[in-house]
């Protein structure tokens, strides 16, 4: 049945104000949708490879990117589509060289001019990108597209009052209806620019606002009932009598666990930076690959491994590790860092269970404001936009590690995140060493690679990336004492939720 173009272009619409409103699971369905019906359409490949990046599903946004430009060479909006997705996957100098050839042939469009800012950024050149929009900024008429590059130039290069006063007065003149895809990322920018400046206050007002643009629903209770279905569906025996092949004895994955914000991003950095590792970032792998095999999704994806019997076990582990080779090369060792470890933790141990698993430990109060200020999905991850909810959150993540700690038959080893930052060189050489790799220097000094420009797409980038290419240091120890009146209701929803 032939497609009908106008229905199409309508649903593309819908799309696109899904993407721009922060929606972007949504909107990734609906572009998926059209492409069915037409596999060749330019505007369903840039949506679904955008809302793509946004869901972390990076080699599907790549291939989505990659075609739109096969199929429109020429199309400003299909390069500067491929350069914000190479960003994505750490690869810059190939981001730059497509927003500068979209540049040449879309001058003046707002968007081509914002992604090409956005590489200046990335590729760490903050003084010409704010140099570039300098007198802009000073006339109070940056575009929303460009808004946000130039704070955070200013930001990088510590003129905090600069980066204040351009992202207020774009706030105060455009702010009204503008979709979340700019105001969020901007009062993020300016709630960091105000807590540099040591304006607390002011900087809570910021991070409030960010957080109340797309409101999203945490249930508390539903998730606590899913924690004690996983504690129950992996009890310690679970493993016992399992058949050994060469794939359940693999030790190239690295698994890294922890809340957002805790260090895991800095511990993948330090194990990657080993010449026989590589640091393989926000991979979703695991959960494709066993939802591929299982046919489910979501929490579901545990629950059915932990029933799974040794073929299909193999079956996973086979394919895992052949696509963690394909991101990774031929390592001793990859990094594997996710959102969605800690309740996979136990798949872990049925399907390697010798491979390392190494848990972060940092302050809980520092981890809460540090998730509560930064940039998640707030309808995936709606409970990072209230402390009370990041309090339960994090009660809950607690009881799970420490059953993770207790059980699963790998090499386990706990990092805390303080000894790391004040002591790394005790400390790295325990992380390596719990790897089963010889200590390399260079896992002391993880952001030179991070910042060699030879070596990009080395680490894939997460919200932790300007800090991560800075030496190993302190700066984030503390950060929740300058947030003492907010702290009360973390404190709540994280007593309200914990046991024993």
């Given at each position: 049945?032939?497609?009908?173009?106008?229905?199409?272009?309508?649903?593309?619409?819908?799309?696109?104000?899904?993407?721009?409103?922060?929606?972007?699971?949504?909107?990734?369905?609906?572009?998926?949708?059209?492409?069915?019906?037409?596999?060749?359409?330019?505007?369903?490949?840039?949506?679904?490879?955008?809302?793509?990046?946004?869901?972390?599903?990076?080699?599907?946004?790549?291939?989505?990117?990659?075609k739109?430009?096969?199929?429109?060479?020429?199309?400003?909006?299909?390069l500067?589509?491929?350069?914000?997705?190479?960003i994505?996957?750490?690869?810059?100098?190939?981001?730059?060289?497509?927003?500068?050839?979209?540049?040449?042939?879309?001058?003046?469009?707002?968007?081509?001019q914002g992604?090409?800012?956005?590489c200046?950024?990335?590729?760490?050149?903050?003084?010409?990108?704010?140099?570039?929009?300098?007198?802009?900024?000073?006339?109070?008429?940056?575009?929303?597209?460009?808004?946000?590059?130039?704070?955070?130039?200013?930001?990088?290069?510590?003129?905090?009052?600069?980066?204040?006063?351009?992202?207020?007065?774009?706030?105060?003149?455009?702010?009204?209806?503008?979709?979340?895809?700019?105001?969020?990322?901007?009062?993020?920018?300016?709630?960091?620019?105000?807590?540099?400046a040591?304006?607390?206050?002011?900087?809570?007002?910021?991070?409030?606002?960010?957080?109340?643009?797309?409101?999203?629903?945490?249930?508390?209770a539903?998730?606590?009932?899913?924690?004690?279905?996983?504690?129950?569906?992996?009890?310690?025996?679970l493993?016992?009598?399992?058949?050994?092949?060469?794939?359940?004895?693999?030790?190239?994955?690295?698994?890294?666990?922890?809340?957002?914000?805790?260090?895991?991003?800095?511990?993948?950095?330090?194990?990657?930076?080993?010449?026989d590792?590589?640091g393989?970032?926000?991979?979703?792998?695991?959960?494709?690959?066993?939802s591929?095999?299982?046919?489910?999704?979501?929490?579901?994806?545990?629950?059915?491994?932990?029933?799974a019997?040794?073929?299909?076990?193999?079956?996973?582990?086979?394919?895992?590790?052949?696509?963690?080779?394909?991101?990774?090369?031929?390592?001793?060792?990859?990094?594997?860092?996710?959102?969605?470890?800690?309740?996979?933790?136990?798949?872990?141990?049925?399907?390697?269970?010798?491979s390392?698993?190494?848990?972060?430990?940092?302050?809980?109060?520092?981890?809460?404001?540090?998730?509560?200020?930064?940039?998640?999905?707030?309808?995936?991850?709606?409970w990072?936009?209230?402390?009370?909810?990041?309090?339960?959150?994090?009660?809950?993540?607690?009881?799970?590690?420490?059953?993770?700690?207790?059980?699963?038959?790998?090499?386990?080893?706990?990092?805390?995140?303080?000894?790391?930052?004040?002591?790394?060189?005790?400390?790295?050489?325990?992380?390596?060493?719990?790897?089963?790799?010889?200590?390399?220097?260079?896992?002391?000094?993880?952001?030179?690679?991070?910042?060699?420009?030879?070596?990009?797409?080395?680490?894939?980038?997460?919200?932790?990336?300007?800090?991560?290419?800075?030496?190993?240091?302190?700066?984030?120890?503390?950060?929740?004492?300058?947030?003492?009146?907010?702290?009360?209701?973390?404190?709540?929803?994280?007593?309200?939720?914990?046991?024993?």
């Amino acid at each position: 049945m032939a497609f009908n173009p106008r229905k199409l272009d309508a649903i593309l619409q819908q799309a696109a104000a899904l993407y721009e409103g922060g929606q972007s699971g949504q909107a990734r369905q609906l572009a998926s949708d059209v492409l069915k019906k037409d596999p060749r359409n330019i505007g369903g490949l840039r949506i679904f490879a955008l809302a793509s990046t946004n869901s972390m599903q990076w080699p599907e946004a790549i291939k989505a990117a990659e075609k739109a430009v096969k199929l429109a060479p020429r199309d400003a909006g299909s390069l500067t589509t491929l350069a914000t997705v190479l960003i994505a996957g750490g690869r810059f100098a190939e981001a730059m060289s497509k927003a500068r050839t979209a540049r040449k042939i879309a001058p003046n469009d707002s968007r081509t001019q914002g992604t090409y800012l956005e590489c200046l950024i990335w590729t760490g050149e903050f003084e010409a990108c704010r140099e570039l929009l300098e007198e802009r900024a000073a006339a109070r008429r940056l575009a929303p597209g460009t808004v946000a590059s130039y704070v955070n130039a200013c930001f990088e290069t510590a003129r905090y009052d600069e980066a204040i006063d351009a992202a207020n007065a774009f706030l105060e003149d455009h702010g009204k209806g503008q979709p979340a895809l700019v105001t969020r990322p901007l009062l993020s920018l300016l709630g960091r620019s105000l807590e540099k400046a040591g304006r607390y206050p002011e900087a809570v007002d910021a991070y409030e606002r960010m957080n109340a643009v797309v409101p999203g629903t945490f249930d508390v209770a539903e998730a606590d009932r899913l924690i004690d279905g996983l504690i129950a569906a992996y009890p310690a025996d679970l493993h016992d009598g399992r058949k050994s092949t060469a794939n359940s004895e693999s030790r190239l994955p690295v698994f890294i666990v922890g809340l957002p914000r805790s260090g895991t991003s800095l511990l993948e950095r330090v194990v990657g930076a080993h010449p026989d590792a590589h640091g393989a970032g926000e991979t979703g792998l695991l959960d494709e690959v066993v939802s591929k095999h299982l046919g489910v999704q979501g929490p579901e994806v545990a629950f059915r491994t932990a029933a799974a019997d040794d073929t299909m076990l193999e079956r996973i582990r086979a394919d895992y590790l052949r696509g963690l080779q394909a991101i990774g090369g031929r390592r001793e060792r990859i990094a594997n860092k996710s959102l969605m470890l800690p309740r996979q933790a136990g798949m872990i141990g049925l399907l390697f269970p010798k491979s390392t698993v190494l848990f972060t430990d940092r302050n809980l109060e520092d981890t809460a404001i540090s998730i509560w200020a930064n940039l998640f999905d707030p309808v995936s991850m709606a409970w990072t936009t209230q402390l009370d909810w990041i309090g339960a959150f994090s009660a809950m993540h607690l009881r799970l590690v420490d059953h993770w700690t207790r059980t699963l038959p790998n090499p386990t080893e706990v990092i805390d995140y303080r000894s790391l930052a004040k002591d790394p060189d005790s400390t790295v050489p325990k992380i390596i060493e719990a790897c089963g790799l010889p200590f390399d220097e260079a896992c002391l000094h993880p952001e030179r690679l991070a910042t060699d420009t030879k070596k990009s797409g080395r680490f894939v980038p997460t919200l932790s990336e300007q800090q991560l290419r800075r030496p190993i240091n302190t700066s984030a120890i503390g950060r929740a004492e300058a947030f003492e009146s907010r702290l009360g209701a973390f404190r709540r929803g994280f007593d309200s939720t914990r046991r024993g």
